[in-house]
């Protein structure tokens, strides 16, 4: 079993910046895929970046140029370092782990884009 912590979120102007962190409880090379969706109110829960364990990512068009997402293996840690942030960039941002033994959450951190 993958256990994933997130942290990182807050309240930030548009324009600024953020970084997002997701902690595995194990190591990260083990995990298939490890991604950050968000889910902003009324809305339905969205891919904004993954990574593959050897290094492949994809992004969301809406995030392209802002958004990157990376990962440390000495740390079990993946990162979302998000700059040039808008309001609709509001959302709970989630991290997801896909593993050969399944597929796992995190409880989520509350990313607010406002002045």
């Known amino acids: 079993q993958v256990q994933l912590v997130e942290s990182g979120g807050g309240l930030v102007q548009p324009g600024g910046s953020l970084r997002l962190s997701c902690a595995a409880s194990?190591?990260?090379?083990?995990?298939?895929?490890m991604a950050w969706y968000r889910q902003a109110p009324g809305k339905q829960r969205e891919l904004v970046a993954s990574?593959?364990?050897?290094?492949?990512?994809n992004y969301a068009d809406s995030v392209k140029g802002r958004l990157t997402i990376s990962g440390d293996s000495a740390k079990n840690t993946v990162y979302l370092q998000m700059n040039s942030l808008k309001s609709e960039d509001t959302a709970v941002y989630y991290c997801y782990a896909d593993t050969p033994m399944g597929s796992y959450w995190g409880q989520g951190t509350q990313v607010t884009v406002s002045s």
């Open positions: 194990r190591s990260i090379f083990r995990i298939n895929v």
């Open positions: 990574i593959t364990s050897g290094g492949r990512t």
